[in-house]
T-cell receptor
């Protein structure tokens, strides 16, 4: 396991369709984060898991967004009824437990809603 | 993010030093980070500093923290063309990180 892996790398979908992204964190990391990055901006926090528990959600995470981490390993982020404004890079990161421990990012999934 | 501000662009000549500046508003951040992002890639952690430190050096990288002014800087010595990227400053906020909009560093040969 050499790092955080995200699939797919790119996704083009029509408005109104549902999409699901997957993140495989570094195996010994129990914290997992989802961020969204739009062009010209820094990443914005969406949600965070410690093991299988989703402990925090941003106001950016509307009802159309849902994230799971069922066994405390990989995570999925689903967007229902996609809108053009959902077009962005979705980044996943993982870290070991402990405040301030460094987070390692995956290469992201770029979503384009047409 | 509105909590972390950075200048958007910096251009230097190869071999010169680069200094990227950041100001933040959340004084409760216990760690401050610098990440590098190359085109089409995820974020790579370069270095981080604990909030009770004022300087950290790691090879060509020097981080300076002025906690009173809430100012963080990253100095890259002997900047190379491979350093061209977007650099993000971030502070931890409880369980997540707040990022600036990034500074695009261009290194000219």
């Amino acid at each position: 396991d050499t790092g955080v892996s995200q699939n797919p790398r790119h996704k083009i979908t029509k408005r109104g369709q549902n999409v699901t992204f997957r993140c495989d964190p570094i195996s010994e990391h129990n914290r997992l984060y989802w961020y969204r990055q739009t062009l010209g901006q820094g990443p914005e926090f969406l949600t965070y898991f410690q093991n299988e528990a989703q402990l925090e959600k941003s106001r950016l995470l509307s009802d159309r967004f849902s994230a799971e981490r069922p066994k405390g390993s990989f995570s999925t982020l689903e967007i229902q009824r996609t809108e053009q404004g959902d077009s962005a890079m979705y980044l996943c990161a993982s870290s070991p437990q402990g405040v301030g421990t460094e987070a390692f990012f995956g290469q992201g999934t770029r979503l384009t809603v047409v | 993010g509105e909590d972390v501000e950075q200048s958007l662009f910096l251009s230097v000549r190869e071999g010169d030093s680069s200094v990227i500046n950041c100001t933040y508003t959340d004084s409760s951040s216990t760690y401050l980070y610098w990440y590098k992002q190359e085109p089409g890639a995820g974020l790579q952690l370069l270095t981080y500093i604990f909030s009770n430190m004022d300087m950290k050096q790691d090879q060509r990288l020097t981080v300076l923290l002025n906690k009173k002014d809430k100012h963080l800087s990253l100095r890259i010595a002997d900047t190379q063309t491979g350093d061209s990227a977007i650099y993000f400053c971030a502070g931890n906020n409880n369980n997540d990180m707040r990022f600036g909009a990034g500074t695009r560093l261009t290194v000219k040969p």
